[in-house]
Structure formats: structure tokens, C-alpha cells
């Protein structure tokens, strides 16, 4: 399949806007799907869904850290598969909720950046969108992020539970099925105490897809550029005094990081001198003790209605953080691997086994192909992304991805990464980061012999192995079909 080489071209041609209605209501009522769906019927055993999406969570905010206790999010994963080698291929906000939910590059599916895209996120095509079509009841609880100040309904929802823009943390507003209302107490309580309604509330004949999006741990915005990251009460001195972990890349100097090392002024006090404060991360790790006890009042509800063993729970973020790796902090946004790699950890006993660990290289472009395999249906064949269904259950892969591209848009929020919009390619040896609007540099990781991504090799790399990255990152946005590179 050849792709269109632009995000205008690549959105129009796809199935949206009225399209997509046009679509959800066929499958509604002639029961069936173009692409291998079905509809419910009174013994229907497919699994319920339950998505789980954190913001901002790095993967080693949830795995083996030396002193952060989430017991609730141990059991998904002492009771499913983990994911190592788990990365989103758009390391920013409303991007990387995109692509979960579409199984499309941002190139492919429109939403590039964090930009008012509103409209646009009103017609891209979702999995939940499909599975509704398809017979599952379908609810959506969080933080939609894919446009400022709309937070009407979406297609493809039978529940909307949501907020303008970020939201707070404290006595939210919040809009229910298209209404106003005023909420009290912590955000991530608020969310979890609609999520488990719904699922207590759903029809028993039909299975149903749940999207939790919590606004942890992301930060309070604000006035004047500030950010503050509030725990939920009671958890305000957890960690107290412990040693944090540092990266062998923290406060790194930023020799071969040319595009990095432009800025030398700190007046936004977002990205301090040395990168994120002990005080900040502390302040993130125990935000997460919210979100867990919300996982272990999930995980409750469903086995309060019988189904926990019958639900696919996924517990992932949408792109990770700096925690002063070369001293940066909130950017995010940027190739490196702390803010590309991302947790995920999926529980599905009758596919996943208890414990289990997946070192293949896994995206988030392949979440949605995965849930719709699991809920009987064929994924789109426009969807970028692999059903992970194979990983998941243990089984042997052998034609497999050896690569990914990842993407940036340029953005105007902090001005240390100004013009720092690229295209990355990142294999199972190499990261390659080819800048859009900066000569000369671009970088190259070896992360076998360099996995901290330490030193630019790109001055001496074989130039073969650069024309072969290049070719590789180009199939991968659309110019050619996908190979592979060393």
C-alpha cells in the first residue's frame, strides 16, 4: 500500500467526519463490518476493554523503581505481560493520544501537535468508534486533550465523562454526556468513581470498551509559566527523604547535541538549569499512588460483575518525561528514550501468561489493531500499526517489526527545543534523528554500545548505514513499503 506523503492528503482520504457516522451507523444496523465485525447477540463472549492511559509516566516511573509502591499495578502485571521495549512514535500529548487511538502515524491520522484540533478529533476514525459499531457499549472518562476548549462529546461514545483542556486537580468541571456539572474532590478519584459506575452499569449481554484517561500525572498549569504537581490528600510526604534514582545521562553536557546546546538562557521556569527538580519528580511519584488505588477499584468493579477475567485491562501513558537527562525537564517532545519508552502492561487471562515479559519492539501504533483483533474485527488496512495479540500470548513472532519512526512537529511552548521538529528512526541498534529545519544536526545513537545516547556518531558513521536509515524512515512515512535496516 502506497501512502500519501502529506498529513492534508493523508487525512482527507481517510474515513472520517461524516463518513465515519455514516459507517457507525451501517454497522449498527446491518450488524455487521466490512472489515470482520459482528453483531452482539445474547451469548456474545468477546472480552471487555479496559484502557487505562496515564500522561506523562515514564516506563521506569512504574517498573522495578527502588522505592515507588504500587501494589495494584504490580498485580496487572504479576497477572499478565509486560512490555520493555514499549515506545510512542509521537512523544507528545494530543499526538500520541492519536495514535492509540487510531493505529496511524500523526502524519496519516492529522493530529501533528498540540495545536487546536478540535475539529479534527471530532472525525478521526477510533478504536472504541469501531468497536461501538460492532456491538460493544463504549464509555470515554478523562482528559481528551485534542482541542482546548471543546470538550463535547466524541463519536463513538455512549458515556463522555470529560473536561476542557487540562483541567484541575481540585473541584473540577467537568462535562457529562454533553452537560455542565460541577464535581468536588481530586481529579484522579473523580475519574476512577465514573469509570467503575460504568462498568457496574453496563448490560451484561454485551461487551463493553472503557477509555480511563487520567490527567495524572501531567502538572497544574499555572499563571505565569508555573506548574505545580499536587498529590492526592494523604499522599503529600510519601517518599519522603529517599534517594532518587539518576539516569547515566543526567545533567549530561551536551557535546553532539548541537540543536540541544543552541539555548544557554534558563528564564523558563519550566526547564530550570539541570532539568527537573528532586522536589517535582518526588511530587509525580506520588501522584501515581491515586492512580493505583484507582487500578486496584477497576480491577474490584469487575470482578464485583463477574468479568475480570473476561476484560483486557491496559495500563500504558502517552509519552514519558525528562527527569534531568541532559538537563532538560518538562520538554518532553524530543527522540530521547526517556521520553519516548512508555510503560505497558496488559492483563488477559486467557491470552496473556501471568508474569510474562515482552522484549519485542512494540509501539503505540499497534494498540488499536490489537484491541479490534481482540474484539473479533479485522484492523483497517490503513492502520500503521501490528496486532500485538502474538506478543501478548507468548507466542513465537517471526516476522516481526525491526523499527519505528517517530515524530515531531514543531511547537512554540518551550522555546529551548525551538525548530527542533524531526523525524527519528529508532531500531533495535540505532536511533537517528533527522532534523526538519536545522543543517547539519542531526544525530545518531548506537544504542548497543550506547544506550544513554551519550555520543553522536553521525560525523563518522558509514555512510551506507545513513543512506539505509534514510530510506528505512522514509518507507516508514509513507514513501515506499516498509524493510529494514541493521
Not at 494530543?94 to 495545536?115: C, K, M, W
Not at 499536587?230 to 551536551?254: F, I, M, N, T, V
Not at 463477574?306 to 538537563?327: K, P, R
Not at 492483563?347 to 515479559?357: D, I, K
Request: hydrophobic share 35%; with cysteine; aromatic share 8%.
Amino acid at each position: 500500500m502506497t501512502r500519501a506523503d502529506t498529513p492534508t492528503s493523508a487525512f482527507a482520504r481517510s474515513t472520517h467526519g461524516g463518513l465515519l457516522k455514516i459507517l457507525i451507523a451501517l454497522v449498527t444496523t446491518t450488524g455487521s463490518w466490512a472489515c470482520g465485525g459482528r453483531a452482539p447477540s445474547p451469548t456474545d463472549t468477546r472480552p471487555n476493554v479496559v484502557f487505562i492511559l496515564l500522561d506523562d509516566v515514564r516506563a521506569d516511573d512504574i517498573y522495578d523503581h527502588p522505592f515507588v509502591e504500587l501494589p495494584n499495578i504490580e498485580r496487572l502485571a504479576a497477572e499478565g505481560a509486560r512490555f520493555d521495549n514499549y515506545f510512542t512514535v509521537a512523544p507528545l500529548c494530543s499526538p500520541s493520544r492519536a495514535v492509540f487511538l487510531t493505529g496511524q502515524y500523526p502524519h496519516e491520522n492529522g493530529i501533528l501537535d498540540n495545536r487546536e484540533r478540535a475539529a479534527e478529533s471530532h472525525a478521526i476514525r477510533t478504536f472504541p468508534a469501531l468497536l461501538n459499531a460492532a456491538g460493544y457499549q463504549s464509555g470515554f472518562v478523562g482528559k481528551w486533550h485534542m482541542g482546548h476548549e471543546d470538550d463535547s462529546p466524541r463519536p463513538g461514545f455512549d458515556r463522555w465523562v470529560s473536561f476542557v483542556g487540562q483541567g484541575v486537580y481540585f473541584d473540577p468541571d467537568m462535562n457529562l454526556d454533553g452537560v455542565p456539572a460541577k464535581e468536588s474532590g481530586y481529579m484522579t478519584d473523580i475519574l476512577t468513581r465514573y469509570a467503575t459506575d460504568f462498568i457496574r452499569g453496563t448490560e451484561r449481554e454485551r461487551p463493553f470498551v472503557l477509555f480511563v484517561a487520567h490527567k495524572a500525572v501531567h502538572p497544574e498549569v499555572l499563571p505565569g509559566r508555573v506548574r505545580s504537581f499536587p498529590p492526592a490528600p494523604g499522599d503529600e510526604s510519601l517518599y519522603e527523604g529517599r534517594a532518587l534514582p539518576r539516569s547515566a545521562s543526567w545533567q549530561q553536557p551536551l557535546a553532539g547535541k548541537r540543536a540541544l546546546a543552541r539555548t544557554t538562557e534558563y528564564d523558563d521556569p519550566r526547564s530550570p538549569p539541570g532539568g527537573t527538580p528532586d522536589d517535582v519528580i518526588l511530587g509525580r511519584l506520588r501522584m501515581l499512588s491515586a492512580v493505583d488505588r484507582g487500578v486496584g477499584q477497576i480491577l474490584g468493579a469487575l470482578e464485583e460483575i463477574g468479568e475480570a477475567d473476561n476484560t483486557v485491562i491496559v495500563l500504558t501513558s502517552d509519552q514519558g518525561f525528562f527527569y534531568g537527562e541532559f538537563g532538560l525537564a518538562q520538554e518532553r517532545r524530543l527522540a530521547y528514550e526517556p521520553s519516548i519508552r512508555i510503560p505497558l502492561v496488559i492483563r488477559y487471562p486467557p491470552l496473556a501468561p501471568p508474569g510474562s515479559v515482552v522484549t519485542s519492539l512494540a509501539t503505540n501504533l499497534d494498540m488499536a489493531p490489537t484491541l479490534l483483533e481482540l474484539g473479533n474485527l479485522v484492523p483497517p488496512a490503513d492502520m500503521d500499526g501490528l496486532s500485538m495479540v502474538p506478543l501478548v500470548g507468548g507466542s513465537p513472532v517471526g516476522d516481526w517489526r525491526g523499527s519505528f519512526a517517530i515524530e515531531y512537529y514543531t511547537d512554540e511552548v518551550f522555546p529551548r527545543v525551538a525548530n527542533m521538529g524531526y523525524r527519528a528512526l529508532r531500531t533495535e541498534r540505532h536511533k537517528y534523528i533527522r532534523y526538519e529545519e536545522l543543517d547539519g544536526m542531526d544525530e545518531l545513537y548506537d544504542l548497543t554500545e550506547d544506550p544513554h545516547e551519550l555520543t553522536n556518531i553521525m560525523a563518522d558513521a558509514d555512510p551506507a548505514l545513513i543512506a539505509a536509515l534514510d530510506d528505512q524512515l522514509d518507507r516508514h512515512l509513507g514513501r515506499g513499503a516498509e524493510g529494514s535496516v541493521p
